[in-house]
């Protein structure tokens, strides 16, 4: 059985979760829904399955309670992974520790380092450690915007656009362009998506961003640099917006297979 955990932000026009849905009842899949909130994860209701995240709130009940389930299911993407994507520390630490290009980047609870990686840099974007679509995203050049402890601070990247790569299983199988006229070009933001090719330097970035975090599927964005392409974020619970490739079908055959093998196993 593989059961599904809604996206919580799905809309009647924008629908990730009946996608794959859709896709799944095409190939004669055995599955249904799991809504977190009205489950007791202890009571060991739900055993032997597959569980597929295609969202969740980021709050301390659900991320509990998909710790507890993975004990005897297969979760994907597992909870460790999720809360990786979840926090931009973790995932630039992962990045870093596995030699994948990523921005410079600080993070820390002191004012003066912060103000002194600002004056080396000229201006830096500053990030929330736990955020999404592009919220909270700023470029500052004084350290009187950078307001509160802790700070997360990253080198700014001249450009105009950024790449989503859809992975899965550390293969790239889809990529946009992503452009807007302001900093963040997220597609929630107001940025347009434009189907793209995926080229070697983008699997290689993309791909290694992925095995990096443990995400057996993410959404993996890169900026363009005249060395190739540096990974700015890793999304393990993404969209999938604008791809020209069919992603709720190469999600769908993924579930199956590895539903299949969990089972055999």
Not at 61 to 89: G, M, R, W, Y
Not at 234 to 260: D, Q, S, Y
Request: glycine fraction near 8%; hydrophobic fraction near 40%.
């Amino acid at each position: 059985m593989i059961r599904i955990i809604p996206k919580p932000t799905d809309t009647p026009d924008d629908n990730s979760t009946a996608m794959v849905i859709r896709a799944l009842r095409q190939m004669g899949a055995d599955f249904s829904l799991l809504d977190l909130n009205a489950i007791d994860p202890l009571a060991a209701e739900v055993s032997g399955d597959l569980i597929w995240v295609c969202g969740m709130k980021q709050d301390i009940h659900q991320f509990e309670c998909l710790d507890v389930l993975s004990l005897d299911n297969l979760v994907i993407n597992s909870p460790d992974a999720i809360a990786t994507c979840a926090s931009k520390v973790k995932t630039t630490a992962l990045l870093l520790k596995n030699g994948v290009p990523s921005p410079e980047t600080l993070f820390t609870a002191s004012h003066d380092l912060a103000a002194a990686f600002l004056a080396r840099h000229g201006q830096a974007v500053i990030k929330p450690v736990y955020g999404y679509d592009g919220i909270g995203v700023c470029l500052i050049k004084d350290e009187t915007e950078l307001g509160e402890a802790p700070y997360y601070l990253q080198e700014y990247v001249q450009n105009d656009r950024d790449y989503r790569v859809f992975v899965i299983e550390g293969e790239a199988v889809g990529a946009i362009c992503r452009q807007s006229p302001h900093l963040t070009h997220n597609i929630h933001q107001g940025g347009t998506g434009t189907p793209v090719e995926i080229s070697d330097e983008m699997q290689e970035a993309a791909g290694g961003a992925a095995r990096a975090v443990g995400a057996a599927y993410c959404g993996v964005d890169l900026l363009e640099t005249a060395d190739g392409y540096t990974v700015l974020e890793v999304n393990g619970t993404p969209n999938w917006h604008c791809m020209a490739a069919p992603i709720p079908r190469f999600l769908a055959e993924h579930l199956v297979e590895k539903e299949r093998d969990f089972r055999l196993c």
